[in-house]
C-alpha cells in the first residue's frame, strides 16, 4: 500500500493508505474519546464516541471504521463535531450510577475524562428515574463487576471470545437491560482473565485484589519486565510510599510491547508482585543469628579462607550484569559456577501464548554467558549461593546463602539480596530479546544486590 | 433434569444444517424448537444447542436472552400476550387488561400457581386494523371485548375438561 497525505485539523500527515484512521489518531497522539476500540480487539463500532468530521460526508463518521485515503480532510474539533459527542456521552451515561466518589476506577476513567473534555453538560436524568442493576458480582478469577458502570463497550466479551477463546462473558438482555454477565453459575476462569480489568475503559470491572488498596494518583509507575516466567512480559510496576512507611508495590500491569507480550500477560505473572513482597530476606544471619554487617562481612572471609573446593551457585533470575560480575568473582577465587536451569522448569505452566515452561526470567542469559547448568553433587567444601532454588541439594560442609527471601535449611551464613525491582539490569527473554529494567523500588535501608555485595566482600566501599 | 431433542426435532436440525453455510445460524430455529419442546429454554438445553450446532453456549444465551419471545424460565402455558401500542390502546385494551387480571388473578409478567395461564403485554402485534388484538400462544385474537375474553376462557376449561 502507498504512502498518502491526509488533513487533520488543519495539518498535514503522511500515512499508509487503508490505515484506520483511529490508529492514526492513537498514533500521533490527536485527541479523540473512545471506547470500544482497542488495539488488540479491533474495531466494534459500538459506542460511536469516536466520531469525526470528514469533509464531503453528511455525517459524522466514526474513526474506528474509516479507512483514511489520500486527500482526506478530518476535522475532530469544532462546535458541530463536539455538540455530536455530547449528545453521544449523555446517551452513555442515561443510567450510569454517577458514583465516581467510591469507584476505585476514579483516576483512570475514560467515562470521567471524556465527560470533562467533552461532556460538562447537565443531566437531565434524575437519579429515580434510572435503570438499576447489581453492583457487586464476583465473576471469578479476581474480578469483581458492576453492571451499572458498564459502558457495552463489549471490550471484556471480545477478550473473553477472541483472544482466548473461552467464551466466558457476554452481554444479554437488551435496551436498558444489557449488562455484561457470565452464564448462569459459571465463572469467567482462565489463565488471563485479569486483563479485562485492564481492557475495562470504565469503573464496571475491578480488581478484587488491587482495589480499594490505594488511589491510583498516588503511584508512581516504573517500566519493567515479568519475572514469572522466560517470556518476559513488560509490565509497569505501580508503587507507593507511604509516611513513614517502606514504598511498597501494590500492583502489576502489563505494558504494551509488540515484540514480546502484546497488551496482555498472565494472570500468574500479574499477581507474582505478592510474592516478591512477603517472607522478605532481609536480616544478615550468622548461624542463624542476627548479626552486623561488618560481623557478617568477616564471617564470610572465614568460610571463603578456609579453602577447600568452592561452589557458586547463580539464580537464572537475576540481571545479566550481575551474572557477568558473578563469573568474574567465581574466576577470581577459582570456584566453580553453575545455573541449573532444569530446577526453574514447570510442565504445567506452560502454554501456547505467553505463558513459558522455564520459569526464569534470564534463562536465555545465562545460556549466553556461557555458564554451566549441571547441578554437581560431589561434595565440596564451600558453596555460595546467589539465591538459587536449589542450594540445599548441594553436599557442602559450609554455605553462604545471598538471598532474596526466606529460605528453609541451614546456612553458615545468609545476606540479604535486592530482588528485582529493588535493583537494576537487563534480562534476556526466550526469544532472545534484551530487555532492561530500571530500579523501581527505594527501600527506607535499602538492600544490595549481587554486584554491591560483591563489590563489597571483594574489599570495596559499601 | 438434561435436556434431549426429541427424534423429530433432531431430523429437523440435520435438515437445517444443510440449508445455511454456517451451523451458528441454527441458533435461533433451535432455541424455537427447545422452546416448543418444553415451554421454556433451560440452561441445559442451551448447552445442548451449542453441543449440536459448535457454538459457545454463551453465544445461544446472548441470543436467547435478547429475544423478549424466549422464556428461559417456565411459564404458564397458555400465555397471553395482549398488544400495549396505540392502535389497542385507543381502541379498549385498558379495559380488557382489567378484566383478563381479574379472571385469570395474575398480573401482566405472572403465571398463575396452577401453572395454566401467563400474561403480559407486547409491543404491536401488527394487526392495528383489527385492535385491540391478543396473541395467546400462537392464535391471534381480534376486536377483543370482556365478553370474548370470556368465550376464549369457556372454551380452553372445555378443552382441559
Ligand atoms: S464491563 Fe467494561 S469492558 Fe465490559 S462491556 Fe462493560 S464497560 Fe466494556
Ligand atoms: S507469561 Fe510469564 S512473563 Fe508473562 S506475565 Fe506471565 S509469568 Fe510473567
Ligand atoms: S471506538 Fe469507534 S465506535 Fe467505539
Ligand atoms: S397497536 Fe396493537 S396490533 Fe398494532
Known amino acids: 500500500m502507498s504512502q498518502i497525505e491526509i488533513v487533520i485539523d488543519e495539518k498535514k500527515y503522511a500515512a499508509q493508505e487503508g490505515l484506520l484512521l483511529i490508529d492514526l489518531l492513537i498514533r500521533e497522539g490527536l485527541k479523540v474519546p473512545y471506547f470500544c476500540y482497542h488495539e488488540a480487539l479491533g474495531a466494534d463500532g459500538n459506542c460511536r464516541m469516536c466520531m469525526v468530521e470528514i469533509e464531503g460526508q453528511k455525517r459524522p463518521q466514526i474513526a474506528c471504521d474509516t479507512n483514511i485515503k489520500e486527500g482526506m480532510i478530518v476535522r475532530t474539533k469544532g462546535q458541530m463535531i463536539e455538540s455530536v459527542r455530547r449528545r453521544i456521552l449523555e446517551l452513555e451515561l442515561i443510567n450510569h450510577p454517577v458514583d465516581c466518589a467510591i469507584c476505585d476506577q476514579a483516576g483512570e476513567c475514560k467515562l470521567q475524562d471524556f465527560y470533562m473534555d467533552y461532556g460538562l453538560y447537565d443531566s437531565k436524568i434524575d437519579q429515580a428515574e434510572k435503570v438499576h442493576h447489581k453492583k457487586h458480582i464476583d465473576l471469578g478469577s479476581n474480578v469483581m463487576l458492576d453492571q451499572e458502570r458498564c459502558v457495552l463497550c463489549a471490550r471484556c466479551t471480545r477478550f473473553t471470545s477472541d483472544i482466548t477463546k473461552t467464551h466466558e462473558l457476554g452481554i444479554v438482555g437488551r435496551g436498558d437491560h444489557a449488562r455484561v454477565t457470565t452464564m448462569p453459575g459459571k465463572k469467567l476462569d482462565n489463565p488471563y482473565a485479569m486483563n479485562v480489568v485492564d481492557l475495562c ?3 464496571a470491572l475491578t480488581s478484587k485484589d488491587f482495589r480499594f488498596a490505594q488511589r491510583v494518583w498516588f503511584l508512581t509507575s516504573t517500566p519493567s519486565v515479568c519475572h514469572g516466567c522466560a517470556k518476559g512480559c513488560n509490565i509497569f510496576i505501580d508503587h507507593n510510599k507511604e509516611k513513614y512507611k517502606d514504598e511498597r508495590i501494590y500492583r502489576f500491569r502489563p505494558r504494551p510491547n509488540a515484540d514480546v507480550n502484546g497488551y496482555f500477560i498472565c ?4 499477581l507474582s508482585y505478592k510474592e516478591l513482597q512477603e517472607n522478605r530476606q532481609l536480616e544478615m544471619l550468622i548461624d542463624g543469628m542476627v548479626s552486623k554487617e561488618d560481623e557478617a562481612v568477616a564471617c564470610y572471609h572465614k568460610l571463603v579462607a578456609d579453602g577447600g573446593k568452592i561452589v557458586i551457585l547463580a539464580d537464572a533470575n537475576l ?13 577470581i577465587l577459582g570456584a566453580q559456577l553453575c545455573a541449573p536451569l532444569e530446577s526453574y522448569r514447570d510442565e504445567s505452566f506452560g502454554d501456547d501464548w505467553l505463558k513459558s515452561s522455564q520459569r526464569a526470567a534470564n534463562a536465555k542469559g545465562v545460556e549466553k554467558l556461557g555458564i554451566a547448568q549441571i547441578l554437581s553433587t560431589d561434595p565440596v567444601a564451600l558453596l555460595i549461593n546467589f539465591n538459587h532454588p536449589d542450594g540445599s541439594k548441594i553436599k557442602a560442609q559450609k554455605s553462604i546463602h545471598l538471598q532474596t527471601h526466606q529460605m528453609e535449611g541451614k546456612a553458615d551464613l545468609v545476606l540479604p539480596l535486592a ?3 529493588e535493583s537494576s539490569g537487563t534480562l534476556v527473554n526466550e526469544d532472545g530479546i534484551e530487555q532492561f529494567c530500571p530500579k523501581a523500588i527505594w527501600r527506607n535501608e535499602p538492600l544490595m544486590s549481587a554486584i554491591e555485595w560483591i563489590d563489597l566482600l571483594q574489599g570495596g566501599e559499601r | 433434569m438434561s435436556f434431549v431433542f426429541s427424534e423429530e426435532n433432531l431430523a429437523k436440525i440435520e435438515a437445517l444444517k444443510l440449508r ?4 451458528a445460524a441454527l441458533s435461533l430455529p433451535c432455541l ?7 415451554g421454556h429454554i433451560s440452561l441445559e438445553a442451551i448447552e445442548v444447542i451449542g453441543e449440536l450446532i459448535g457454538t459457545p453456549p454463551m453465544e445461544i444465551y446472548r441470543v436467547a436472552t435478547f429475544y423478549t419471545m424466549f422464556h428461559l424460565e417456565p411459564i404458564g402455558k397458555y400465555h397471553f400476550q395482549l398488544c400495549k401500542t396505540l392502535s389497542c390502546a385507543l381502541c379498549g385494551k385498558a379495559e380488557v387488561l382489567e378484566h383478563l387480571i381479574q379472571r385469570l388473578g395474575i398480573r401482566p409478567g405472572e403465571s398463575s400457581d396452577d401453572g395454566k395461564f401467563a400474561l403480559s403485554q407486547v409491543e404491536c402485534l401488527g394487526s392495528c386494523g383489527t385492535a385491540p388484538v391478543m396473541q395467546m400462544n400462537d392464535l391471534y385474537y381480534e376486536n377483543l371485548t370482556p365478553e370474548k375474553i370470556d368465550a376464549i376462557l369457556e372454551s380452553l376449561e372445555g378443552e382441559h375438561r
Do not use: C, N
Open chain 2, 20 to 23: 445455511y453455510p454456517s451451523p
Open chain 1, 419 to 421: 530482588p528485582f525491582s
Open chain 2, 32 to 38: 424455537w424448537m427447545a422452546q416448543y419442546q418444553d
Open chain 1, 267 to 270: 494472570d500468574a505473572g500479574r
Open chain 1, 319 to 331: 540481571y545479566t550484569e550481575e551474572l557477568e560480575a558473578i563469573q568474574k568473582y567465581a574466576h
Open chain 1, 201 to 203: 475503559p470504565v469503573g
